[in-house]
């Protein structure tokens, strides 16, 4: 049974235990270039770091999905920084956890966070289709728009504000 909660510094070890085997193939593509393989290292090195910065900011939360049997399988950092259209940071899942209603749980969980009335957005590689239709699925829509300044460009997605009643999809 997968449930989810407020992260702790407990946490870190198994996420970033984790992370590079859920990172690694969806952030490769056969296309990339010697930049573009050196960042998508980089991002995978600063996960822990990434995780442990949410816990100490009153703008930010992170999300941990775990396993009865087997601790955390998944994160998500959830920030307020812009309080008019909150970010979905980072959502990760252990690759064998897939399928299996992490990630749906850990979305739940982020935009209970979130709360109503507001839009939010997340930036998603543009080659992730697996990515695209989890967050499409969960009312994300693509803007067209490229977000961040990433050697592989990442797709600006925004879900509308909600008033409350379809907060769970």
């Known amino acids: 049974m997968i449930t989810v909660g407020t ?11 984790f ?3 859920a990172m690694g193939p969806a952030f490769d593509h056969p296309d990339l270039d010697s930049a573009q393989r050196a960042e998508n290292v980089r991002i995978v090195g600063m996960t822990r770091q990434a995780c442990a910065g949410a816990l100490d900011r009153d703008d930010a939360t992170l999300l941990v999905a775990r ?16 309080p008019a259209m909150p970010e979905i940071d980072w959502l990760i899942v252990n690759p064998s956890f897939h399928g299996r209603g992490a990630a749906d749980a850990l979305m739940r969980e982020a935009l209970e966070w979130i709360g109503p009335g ?4 997340l930036g998603v590689i543009h080659y992730n289709a697996r990515a695209i239709a989890f967050y499409e699925k969960h009312g994300f829509r693509d803007t067209g ?18 008033d409350g009643s379809r907060l769970h999809n």
């Not at 396993?67 to 812009?82: H, K």
């Not at 507001?118 to 957005?121: A, G, I, M, Q």
């Not at 961040?148 to 909600?162: K, W």
Request: net charge negative.
């Open 7 to 17: 992260g702790t510094s407990d946490d870190l070890g198994a996420i970033e235990g």
């Open 145 to 162: 728009r490229i977000v961040g300044r990433h050697a592989i460009p990442r797709r600006l997605m925004i879900r509308p504000a909600e």
């Open 118 to 121: 507001v839009p939010v957005k």
């Open 67 to 82: 396993d009865e049997a087997t601790g955390p399988v998944g994160f998500a950092i959830v920030l307020r920084t812009d």
């Open 19 to 21: 992370a590079e085997a």
